[in-house]
């Protein structure tokens, strides 16, 4: 009973972290979709009314996912959103005069510009598999 409400415990957390992160990551240029519907995923595994949710969800991440790397102009903006968030994040951790500085602040911007690089990453390499392959 304990070991089930632990993983009940940590599946919650994980899908709220990543619900709210992937918001977070829609003012960005880049697939902040691709989190928001890994987060319902999690979320409807203990909460079964959120499962309607998850497939218009998948749907418009898949689409985002693909529009963040149809041009390379929108991944150079992505891929500098990216570098710009963890040089920011660097900045706000060595500065804790800055508003809201320290490391609890940096160390946050500099995950959600390594999340961003890590899913624009994801998305490219999607897209050109799906191109090669003879189906696609």
Known sequence: MLRKSAIRLIVLTLGSVCLLVGIALLVLPGPG????FAGLLLLAREVPALERHVEPARE???????????TRLRITGSVLAGLGLIAAGIVWGLWPEL???GWATG?????????????????HRRVSERRRSPSG
């Open 99 to 101: 508003p809201l500085g």
């Open 60 to 70: 418009r991440a898949m689409r985002a996912a693909e529009e963040s790397v149809s």
């Open 33 to 36: 979709l691709l989190l928001v």
């Open 107 to 123: 160390s946050g911007l500099v995950l959600s510009g390594f999340i961003l690089l890590g899913l624009l990453w994801w998305s």
